[in-house]
DNA sequence: TTTT
DNA sequence: TTTT
């Protein structure tokens, strides 16, 4: 049936991208983001409420975000919510949620190395399914291809 | 600093919606929703994946969702992601992730009393915080005003 | 620079889609969209203001278009906003805004042949460029690739 | 009907902010903003395509962007679009489109005055309506509220 | 020009 | 008219 399951996030990277790259190249990159909601309690009191959020990120993405990406970045993230089962140790079903992205933008941010934006523009004609070229001949890579065989 | 926590569906209703009605009158509405997605597996055959969402909505939008929505309907939600933790028995640390609702729209679909729509978009002049009435005397509602005091 | 531009729309389609079939066998479908907004004015009295957009489609939406949606039908567009200019008679500059889409899924709503959601779903794999297929061999079509030497 | 009409948008001011204080204290600011995207043409060549887009904020962003947004800086917008029309001088039927934003959040980027960001977030308690504080006494403004009395 |  |  109609169905959409979309997530846009912009926040700040809790820490540096932790990239694998599995059989036949495919690369895998994870990091938490932070997004803040300030708000005033009973008190009147500022109060400031951080959500973290497990991102996933798949071939070109992960290789945009092993070079270009670090802790502390702000970046704008678009994907969906994929819940996952696995077992903890005692046998007990357990759900972990993710956001599987398939765009992303850099914002810069704090960073170590001056503008982390450039570079990765630079350097990848295009990390945007959506949005990508409509020159005749691009391609666009969908961002979200996962192979079957994943270990998860 | 800046930060966008920003969720779009579009599913199905997988249970009735669950009500409680708070000490001061709050209600808050619980239902999983269904978002489905098709692709085909490395042998050509068509698979489908459901991913499943815990929706929460709060005060006006939790009465709309009591009165009018049903399983198996179709809605859109929008809202933001919220992670809470908790105990479980064992005193191991939960993660629970849910999608606090601010703006809900019915979207007609499987019901057992036509379309669901109409009732709901008679009896509710706004359930939609952003897009509200540009009148003058209107008044909007924060679906996501929640009392610090909840039980969670 | 980083930058989105993205429309996320549900609305009724005003009119059938017109489809050109370009050489190259390229096809673009548009359809003017409605969407609508209650408000209660000055007076208390519920009002009611339409907005209409210009949806442009390319390619397999355009296809998906031409196939399966009519006058009256609910569907939901993902895309991004685009502005051209020309030139009226007298020579002015115009300005025309239209929603590019680069996804599409039909809700049904009020159609001549019964749920148009069945038919768009069991014979497109797959129109949804971001959410496409994590099957090792599927191919994501980038819907808004368009050739550069088009009439526009 | 079910209808949804949003936008969000990530882009650079071209102009400081025109604001106008409407009789009654309404402010109203508009700028235009540019959002890129860059794409290779038919020779492999990069080109970038400027979209702009007429952004216009009520009351309490208005106020917002009256105190801190200017030309070059970088902001998140989310809102919906309204396409107005008027008759030009020579009597013909003219369509203007404009996003009306109901959330802001500023994201740095080119300024004359170091990272605008903070001063905003400082002195905002909220400018977001949909995901404004759930504190108990908390009053989340509807930024789209507009007068019906205003001279469109 | 849609839908409720 | 912005930004890279």
Redesign the interface.
């Known amino acids: 049936?109609?169905?959409?399951?979309?997530?846009?996030?912009?926040?700040?990277l809790g820490k540096d991208p932790e990239v694998r790259h599995l059989e036949g190249g495919v690369a895998v990159a994870r990091f938490p983001l932070?997004?803040?909601?300030?708000?005033?309690?009973?008190n009147?009191q500022?109060?400031e409420k951080t959500?973290?959020?497990n991102i996933v990120l798949w071939r070109g993405l992960a290789e945009v975000a092993e070079k270009y990406l670090r802790k502390g970045q702000?970046v704008?993230i678009?994907g969906?919510?994929?819940?996952s089962q696995y077992q903890?140790k005692?046998g007990?079903q357990?759900?972990?949620?993710e956001?599987v992205a398939?765009?992303m933008?850099?914002?810069?941010?704090r960073s170590d190395s001056g503008n982390g934006?450039s570079g990765y523009?630079e350097s990848s004609?295009?990390t945007n399914?959506?949005?990508?070229?409509?020159?005749?001949?691009?391609?666009?890579?969908?961002?979200?291809?996962?192979?079957?065989?994943l270990p998860f």
């Open positions: 049936m109609a169905s959409v399951n979309k997530v846009i996030l912009i926040g700040n932070a997004t803040s909601e300030s708000y005033k309690d009973k009147g500022k109060q959500e973290w959020h702000s704008f678009e969906k919510i994929r819940t903890d005692e007990n357990r759900y972990s949620t956001i398939d765009n933008t850099m914002l810069g941010g934006s523009q004609a295009s399914t959506g949005e990508s070229s409509y020159s005749g001949g691009s391609k666009s890579v969908a961002q979200n291809d996962e192979p079957d065989d």
